[in-house]
């Protein structure tokens, strides 16, 4: 006798075929499930891309409205700003090019 041609072959090959059947069924739901998911978390990405750029952006504003009223005084009288200009100092001399007096601690230029 072949393969299938018995009861038991044939219903081994029933049962392997039904099992066949779901899983391509789950297979295609489980397929769509990952395509909104990914959809989801893309949307998700673009909204909290655009909070952080907004929250940035007022960040930003903020802070340079703050400095501008720190820094108004001393440049008007200075001509240059007292915070965040980074004119100051470099590696090599971190006092920005100006010599302290040990005697009292000012600055010279």
């Not at 006798?1 to 295609?28: H, I, K, P, W």
């Not at 998700?44 to 952006?57: I, K, R, V």
């Amino acid at each position: 006798m072949a393969a299938a041609e018995d009861e038991v072959s044939a219903a081994a090959a029933a049962l392997f075929a039904n099992y066949g059947r779901e899983y391509q069924t789950l297979s295609v739901r489980f397929a769509s499930l990952d395509q909104q998911f990914a959809q989801a978390l893309n949307s998700a990405a673009a909204s909290y891309q655009t909070a952080e750029a907004t929250g940035a952006s007022l960040v930003q504003t903020a802070t340079q409205g703050v400095l501008g009223v720190i820094n108004a005084p001393t440049e008007f009288m200075f001509g240059r700003s007292l915070i965040g200009d980074g004119a100051d100092g470099t590696a090599a001399s971190p006092i920005g090019g100006c010599r302290r007096s040990r005697r009292v601690g000012r600055i010279y230029r």
